[in-house]
């Protein structure tokens, strides 16, 4: 039997993608180990949405350049797709690159490589299928990812994603509740439906089911406690999510909308498809449900043509949502997207510093926001216990990360739900003691 090690860069549907590829190899035959020292076969999955996350495969596989003797080293995900067959002349020991668009055949490309063949590649983006399997492996014993939607019909300046996962393809709402039921058997209670814009989800069966739909058919699923779905685009944030979320306590109370900058004009150069107004009207959508949403974002920094006026703005959008967290990044200049023939880049100190102001600003916003809850109680999945401080850490509906004391009793909470009275919050995290 052979043995493989997988290492997953990048976002959440990598990390599911991965659970999925693990499954597939191990229909193969083929068994995982927990270090690449240890495989016959060592894979990469990749991500590629900026240039330092791009580099750290080539990092990796840097490290085996000489000592790699013997091991069959593969390249997939976004990074493949994005260099295709470039990549065996960056590192001449690799033998497969496969794009996540073709991952239906990696069982096939593996008989090439064991058949002989030196080098195999799968990089065709033309395809409609999207990459389902009976046999993902899945990490978390709690929380089950499921894919509803694959690839990206948006154009967005900055960004490879379009490139490097391929066109939109949505499941059917179906196969996505049968998948769901089934997962609910297996005894997870929270279910995170993935896609690169969720609600851009179309059920292709004559149902044709939109997003809104296909939620309230999950949440009724019998067994699943927590429904979460990311990632929401706000052109296609409709209003009748939030009727669902309202309607349905099961689908949980916090949306990840990325606004990407507070100006308009910025927005208009980056290809993002609304207005600052747009967004902040569903922004208020949000505000006026019966259970507090939530809501969390991404913003880029420094994307070329960004004045000082264009970033007050977004400071001053982060004021006005106060979001619950941010991601935020430098802009990236990434291969084929529209955005690299733009003049005016800005210089990598400035974005740097606006980042840091960004950051610093949000931090403000979250002790704030965070301080509310103090005397609330919140039911947490718990996930995890940390041992150096004997807190157990819980997740609440709204997302936040709740770390909590049980006094006198030890027995093992890991995966049920429980309440906790918040006594104390920082930034990053509330604290707190469970009450039943
Ligand atoms: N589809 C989602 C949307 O439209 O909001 C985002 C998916 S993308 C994988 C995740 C985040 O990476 C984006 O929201 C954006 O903030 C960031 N990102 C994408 N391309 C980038 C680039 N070239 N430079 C910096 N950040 C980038
Ligand atoms: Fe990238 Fe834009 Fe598509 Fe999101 S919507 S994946 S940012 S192109």
């Known amino acids: ?33 927990p270090t690449p020292d240890d495989a016959e076969l060592v894979f990469y ?103 509803i939607i694959e690839g990206c019909d948006k154009s967005c300046a900055y960004c490879v994603v379009p490139f490097t996962r391929g066109p939109e393809r949505s499941r059917t709402g179906q196969s996505v509740l049968a998948e769901a039921r089934q997962l609910a058997d297996m005894g997870y209670s929270e279910v995170q439906l993935l896609g690169q814009n969720v609600n851009s989800y179309r059920d292709p069966s004559p149902a044709a089911w939109d997003f809104a739909a296909l939620l309230r058919h999950v949440a009724q699923v019998p067994g699943l406690r927590r429904v979460r779905f990311t990632t929401s685009h706000p052109r296609d944030f409709v209003k009748d999510i939030v009727d669902a979320i309202d309607e349905y306590p099961v689908l949980c109370n916090h949306v990840h909308l990325p606004v990407q900058s507070g100006s308009t004009r910025m927005l208009d150069a980056m290809q993002r498809l609304y207005t600052r107004e747009e967004y902040l009207r569903r922004i208020e959508w949000m505000k006026a449900t019966r259970r507090p949403i939530a809501i969390t974002t991404d913003i880029i920094v420094g994307f070329p ?77 718990v996930e995890g216990f940390n041992r150096a401080t004997g807190q157990w850490i819980g997740r609440t509906s709204q997302h936040k990360t709740l770390n909590f004391l049980r006094p006198g009793r030890d027995q093992d909470l890991l995966g049920r739900y429980v309440d906790v009275r918040v006594t104390r919050a920082g930034p990053n995290s509330l604290a707190g003691e469970c009450v039943n």
Do not use: W
């Open 305 to 381: 043509g960004e004045t000082e006026e264009d970033f007050e703005v977004t400071l001053d959008l982060l004021d006005h949502v106060k979001y619950d967290s941010i991601f935020g990044f430098k802009y990236s200049r990434r291969p084929n997207t529209p955005a690299l023939t733009l003049g005016d880049q800005i210089p990598e100190e400035e974005k740097t510093r606006r980042l840091a102001i960004v950051l610093e600003k949000q931090r403000a916003i979250q002790i704030e926001r965070n301080a509310a809850y103090v005397g609330s109680v919140e039911e947490c999945l």
């Open 45 to 147: 999955n990749t991500c590629s949405i900026r240039d330092r996350a791009e580099q750290k495969v080539f990092h990796r596989l840097d490290q085996f350049k000489r000592d790699g003797k013997g091991k069959t080293f593969a390249v997939l995900g976004c990074v493949a797709q994005q260099e295709g067959e470039k990549i065996f002349e960056k590192a001449p020991h690799v033998s497969l690159v496969c794009g996540s668009a073709s991952y239906n055949r990696l069982p096939e490309l593996l008989v090439q490589l064991e058949t002989g063949s030196r080098r195999v590649a799968g990089l065709s983006l033309d395809t409609e299928d999207t990459f389902e399997t009976p046999f993902a492996r899945r990490d978390n014993p709690h929380r089950a990812y499921i894919t």
């Open 1 to 33: 039997m052979k043995t493989f090690y997988i290492e997953t860069f990048g976002c959440q549907m990598n990390a599911h993608d991965s659970e999925k590829v693990v499954g597939t190899l191990v229909g193969q035959g083929y068994r995982q180990v």
